[in-house]
């Protein structure tokens, strides 16, 4: 399968800083991510779409100026968590999109290995 | 009503045990389904599509019923490396929705 980095893989960080989360696609181009964020015991829940070149779609309930998304090119979306917060300690997953339309169609996501977020 | 409804479990089975989870999803028009795996503190990891025609990857088996709007997935001779989360994922007919259930977790004993 396609393979998809994320970096840090975990991070700490005092509250009222910022943090900013890497979304890479190493072995194929991604016009479309996803960002999900899981807490513990829970299901994801998709934060946002990113598309690049573009605006990202945020999901309702889900702050654009808090969650910054950036997709400057097609293998790499960023996502910034800005003035962060104990609450905002959470399990962050990006996942790419894998569109083919030639031979056997296909649109899969393959997901990053995640990024564990403490606020402190 | 969710967009893709699991039953949670959590199923409790021994070695060597099959195992069938359900997915319903709402949308008839959906077009793509997916199982995935997740095992504790790590990323969901693409386990099977499922087709039309069920398909079959080794021990586990997808099929997919258009008319009751159901997945499901089945594991057979279960080993303890089974255990994990097993996440039904549903493309929608919007371009970009891709819905993901709630997960069902599997607990395989020695």
């Known amino acids: 399968g396609a393979v998809v980095s994320q970096h840090p893989s975990w991070v700490i960080c005092k509250s009222g800083t910022s943090v900013k989360i890497e979304c890479r696609s190493l072995d194929f181009q991604a016009t479309t991510m996803f960002w999900y964020r899981q807490f513990p015991k829970q299901s994801l829940m998709l934060m946002a779409t990113?598309?690049?070149?573009?605006?990202?779609?945020?999901e309702q309930g889900v702050e654009k100026d808090k969650f910054l998304i950036n997709h400057a090119s097609l293998t790499l979306s960023t996502l910034t968590v800005t003035s962060a917060h104990p609450e905002d300690s959470s399990f962050y997953i990006c996942?790419?999109?894998?569109?083919?339309?030639?031979?056997?169609?296909?649109?899969?996501?393959?997901f990053g290995p995640g990024t564990r977020l403490t606020v402190l | 009503r969710k967009e893709v409804e699991q039953d949670p479990g959590p199923f409790n089975v021994p070695e060597g045990a099959t195992v069938a989870f359900n997915c319903t999803y709402s949308n008839s028009a959906s077009q793509s389904f997916f199982w995935y795996r997740q095992d504790c503190r790590k990323e969901p990891k693409l386990l099977m599509s499922v087709y039309s025609s069920g398909n079959e990857d080794g021990r586990f088996t997808a099929q997919l019923n258009r008319a009751s709007q159901y997945i499901s997935l089945l594991i057979r001779d279960s080993k303890l490396s089974d255990s994990a989360t097993y996440l039904c994922v549903v493309k929608g007919d919007n371009f970009n929705k891709f819905y993901f259930g709630s997960g069902t977790k599997l607990n395989v004993k020695p």
């Open positions: 996942s790419a999109r894998v569109l083919r339309t030639s031979g056997a169609s296909t649109d899969t996501q393959y």
């Open positions: 990113s598309n690049e070149g573009s605006k990202a779609t945020y």
